[in-house]
Structure formats: structure tokens, C-alpha cells
T-cell receptor
Framework: GQNIDQPTEMTATEGAIVQINCTYQTSGFNGLFWYQQHAGEAPTFLSYNVLDGLEEKGRFSSFLSRSKGYSYLLLKELQMKDSASYLCAGTSGGYIPTFGRGTSLIVHP | EAQVTQNPRYLITVTGKKLTVTCSQNMNHEYMSWYRQDPGLGLRQIYYSMNVEVTDKGDVPEGYKVSRKEKRNFPLILESPSPNQTSLYFC?????????????FGEGSRLTVL
């Protein structure tokens, strides 16, 4: 599986932009997922990147650089409801995504 | 409504008392998986199944069993639970393959073993 590394915690202000980084091993890499998980709830799918570049979905965008083993999730116009854990998950070789430990994002007024 | 359903949602049990957490999906997904989530450790995969009668170990399979007799069901069995299996458990499924499509998660089962 992948070695996924992402920051443990981040804080940001309502209305601001925040970037959550994720690094992974490039050997045998297939693609990279981002999930959002509110406390006590199930993770929900945000994005999946296979090719290099930025993919935008409303306020959320996800970026991938395959050569650098690097991805980020960009959240714009932060809202209080964006306070959650953001999970980076990579797949390599087989079919099984390996999850990072998650980044807890705290949005304050 | 497309969903993954886990039961029970909450359970307190005692060491050694066998229990089963059920998981059912109504999306005709081939891939199903069990994860446990512990503070500071993220989601760790216990077992997964690529199809009926095909199961394989994940990262933390010790103390768990699974079966996949039907496509829709993937129960997690704890033959002799121990306190270190106290955790939040998630079942997930995927239709197009977990490396190409999103995972759909159940609501989670919070298990406490005394």
C-alpha cells in the first residue's frame, strides 16, 4: 500500500481559502482520493485524481502531481460547516485504497 | 435510495462474547470492505472482498473474520472480542472498483468491548 502523509490539524477563518496537502509514494501509484468526514459520521467522497492538474468542483478543488507524489485539496470561501476531517487516500498496484490519518480542519468565525 | 447499511450502530459487549456486525448494500456493488477507525490512526482496512466468495486480508485482520456468500452482504465477525477491538467500524462498497470509483460508506458501528 501507499504511505500517505498529511498534516494532523489545520485552522482557518470563515471566508478564507485553505490548502490541505498530501504526499504519497509514487511507486505503482494509480490515483488519489479525497474524502470529507464530519465528527461521528461516515466519510463522503469529494474527488478522485488520476491525471496531473487541478480539478475544480464548486468551492472545492483537488490537485495532483504524479511526478512529485503530491496532492492538495483547496477549499475556498470557507464555511463553518467545512469543519471536518479530510482524508487523503491513494491506490497503487491493486485495487485497495490506503487512507492517510486525516487532517482535522477547524474553521472559526 | 442507494445505501450501505450497518447493524448494530452501537454495541457494548464483554470480552470473549462472539458478535457479528452486519453490512448490506443495495447498489449491486462487487467490492466491499471493512475498516476500523481509531483516534490518531485514521481508517485502517480489516478485510475486503472483490466479489462473492472472494475475500482477502487488509492491514489489520487479526481477531476478525468475514464472509461473502451473497453479493449484497459482507458481515464482520469477532469470534472472541477483546478490549483492543473497541473502535468505530465502517463498511464500504464500490461499484466500479475501489481504485477508480468512490467508496460508499455505511454510517458506522461503534463497538465497546469491556
Amino acid at each position: 500500500g501507499q504511505n500517505i502523509d498529511q498534516p494532523t490539524e489545520m485552522t482557518a477563518t470563515e471566508g478564507a481559502i485553505v490548502q490541505i496537502n498530501c504526499t504519497y509514494q509514487t511507486s505503482g501509484f494509480n490515483g488519489l482520493f479525497w474524502y470529507q468526514q464530519h465528527a461521528g459520521e461516515a466519510p463522503t467522497f469529494l474527488s478522485y485524481n488520476v491525471l496531473d492538474g487541478l480539478e475544480e468542483k464548486g468551492r472545492f478543488s483537488s490537485f495532483l502531481s504524479r511526478s512529485k507524489g503530491y496532492s492538495y485539496l483547496l477549499l475556498k470561501e470557507l464555511q463553518m460547516k467545512d469543519s471536518a476531517s479530510y482524508l487523503c487516500a491513494g491506490t497503487s498496484g491493486g485495487y485497495i485504497p490506503t487512507f492517510g490519518r486525516g487532517t482535522s480542519l477547524i474553521v472559526h468565525p | 435510495e442507494a445505501q450501505v447499511t450497518q447493524n448494530p450502530r452501537y454495541l457494548i459487549t464483554v470480552t470473549g462474547k462472539k458478535l457479528t456486525v452486519t453490512c448490506s448494500q443495495n447498489m449491486n456493488h462487487e467490492y466491499m470492505s471493512w475498516y476500523r477507525q481509531d483516534p490518531g490512526l485514521g481508517l485502517r482496512q480489516i478485510y475486503y472482498s472483490m466479489n462473492v466468495e472472494v475475500t482477502d486480508k487488509g492491514d489489520v485482520p487479526e481477531g476478525y473474520k468475514v464472509s461473502r456468500k451473497e453479493k449484497r452482504n459482507f458481515p464482520l465477525i469477532l469470534e472472541s472480542p477483546s478490549p483492543n477491538q473497541t473502535s468505530l467500524y465502517f463498511c464500504a462498497s464500490s461499484g466500479t472498483g475501489p481504485n477508480t470509483g468512490e467508496l460508499f460508506f455505511g454510517e458506522g458501528s461503534r463497538l465497546t468491548v469491556l
